[in-house]
C-alpha cells in the first residue's frame, strides 16, 4: 500500500503520471532502435584523424543556420536530459544524446577518450561487424 501523500499525489495527477510513464516507455523503445541503426549507417572514417567533411562547407549561411539549430537541439536534449534524471525518461541516454550534437571545446578529445575504451569500441565494432560494415577507423 504506498503512503498518504503518494496516494494523495496519485489520485490529483493520475493522468500526468500515465502521460510521463508512456513517454518513458517511448523513448526506450526509440532509443533501443534509434541507437544501433545510427551506430551502423556512421562512416567508417567519421572519426578519423584529418577528416575535414563539414555540412554546407560552400555555404556560409546554411552552415550558420545548421549549426545553430543542431546547438540548440543539442542544448534542449541535455536540458531535457538533467529534468529526466529526476522526472521518467531516460536521462543519461538524453544527456549524452545532446552532448554529441553540442559544440563545445575538447568535445573531439572527450569523444576519442570514450571510443577508444576497449569495452564501448569493442561493442561498436561488433554491432557494424554483425550489420555487415566495416570497424571505426581511427
Known amino acids: 500500500m504506498l503512503p ?10 493520475e ?3 500515465w502521460v510521463f ?3 518513458s516507455i517511448g523513448t526506450l523503445v526509440i532509443s ?9 549507417i556512421l562512416p567508417a572514417d567519421f572519426y578519423a584523424e584529418g577528416d575535414s567533411r563539414h555540412v554546407f562547407q560552400n555555404r556560409p549561411l546554411l552552415r550558420a543556420v545548421f549549426l545553430l ?3 540548440a537541439l543539442g542544448a534542449l536534449l541535455f536540458a531535457a536530459g538533467v529534468l529526466m534524471l529526476f522526472l ?17 571545446p575538447g568535445k573531439r578529445k572527450l569523444e576519442m577518450r570514450f ?10 565494432n ?9 570497424p571505426l577507423s581511427f
Request: no cysteine.
Open 126 to 134: 561488433w554491432l557494424r561487424t554483425r550489420a555487415g560494415r566495416q
Open 88 to 104: 521518467p525518461g531516460q536521462g543519461i541516454l538524453t544527456i549524452l544524446a545532446g552532448l554529441a550534437l553540442l559544440n563545445f
Open 21 to 23: 510513464a508512456l513517454v
Open 32 to 40: 533501443a532502435f534509434l541507437v544501433p541503426y545510427l551506430i551502423i
Open 4 to 13: 498518504d501523500v503518494l496516494q494523495d499525489l496519485w489520485s490529483q495527477h
Open 115 to 124: 571510443l577508444h575504451l576497449p569495452k564501448v569500441l569493442g561493442s561498436i
Open 69 to 71: 539549430v543542431k546547438n
Open 15 to 17: 493522468n500526468l503520471i
